[in-house]
């Protein structure tokens, strides 16, 4: 494929987050990062497994995403774990703003990827929290797939 073609190349998930969240709407935004950041994230490494995002000054901001130094970039490497400014719509912050304020719900970003065009951007996902009974029940419906299918192909 010619450069800027395909599919969009996935950098870090956050598998995590279905586990311990109600995921109700993801939206995808921008990332505002430099140039050791994107050179980092080109060799894949990553981990938002711990990132949520937040307002700060009116504007979103991706906190606690860890992407590590870029090895050649000696002195001019950058801060692993700095906030990093989300890219969104106006009207959708002020939406995401509201329903984190008045509603309860979290910012979380379920996945890091470079777009077709080649841009970074962040998945992220307006969610409510999962209770631990919520977690139980999850777990026990997976199970409970999981020896269907058994039974189902004739495996005990």
Same mark, same amino acid.
């Given at each position: 494929? @010619?450069?800027?073609?395909?599919?969009?190349?996935?950098?870090? =998930?956050?598998?995590?987050?279905?586990?311990? /969240?109600?995921?109700?709407?993801?939206?995808?935004?921008?990332?505002?990062?430099?140039?050791?950041?994107?050179?980092?994230?080109?060799?894949?490494?990553?981990?938002?497994?711990?990132? /949520?995002?937040?307002?700060?000054?009116?504007?979103?901001? &991706?906190?606690?995403?860890?992407?590590?130094? /870029?090895?050649?970039?000696?002195?001019?490497?950058?801060?692993?774990?700095?906030?990093?400014?989300?890219?969104?719509?106006?009207?959708?912050? @002020?939406?995401?703003?509201?329903?984190? =304020?008045? =509603?309860? *719900?979290? &910012?979380?970003?379920?996945? &890091?990827?470079?777009?077709?065009?080649?841009?970074?951007?962040? !998945?992220?996902?307006? @969610?409510?929290?999962?209770?631990? *009974?919520?977690?139980?029940?999850?777990?026990?419906?997976? !199970?409970?797939?999981?020896?269907?299918?058994?039974? &189902?192909?004739?495996?005990?």
């Amino acid at each position: 494929m @010619a450069k800027g073609q395909g599919a969009r190349r996935t950098i870090a =998930q956050n598998r995590r987050a279905f586990h311990d /969240y109600h995921i109700e709407d993801r939206l995808e935004a921008g990332l505002v990062l430099t140039g050791t950041e994107v050179k980092s994230l080109r060799e894949g490494r990553a981990n938002i497994n711990e990132a /949520y995002a937040g307002e700060m000054g009116g504007e979103l901001w &991706l906190f606690n995403a860890h992407i590590p130094e /870029y090895g050649p970039a000696n002195r001019f490497n950058h801060e692993p774990r700095r906030p990093r400014k989300l890219l969104l719509h106006r009207r959708e912050i @002020a939406r995401l703003l509201g329903a984190i =304020q008045r =509603q309860g *719900y979290t &910012l979380v970003p379920l996945a &890091l990827y470079f777009a077709p065009n080649g841009k970074a951007k962040v !998945e992220l996902a307006l @969610a409510r929290g999962k209770r631990l *009974y919520d977690k139980r029940a999850a777990e026990r419906e997976r !199970e409970w797939r999981r020896e269907k299918e058994r039974l &189902l192909r004739g495996r005990i």
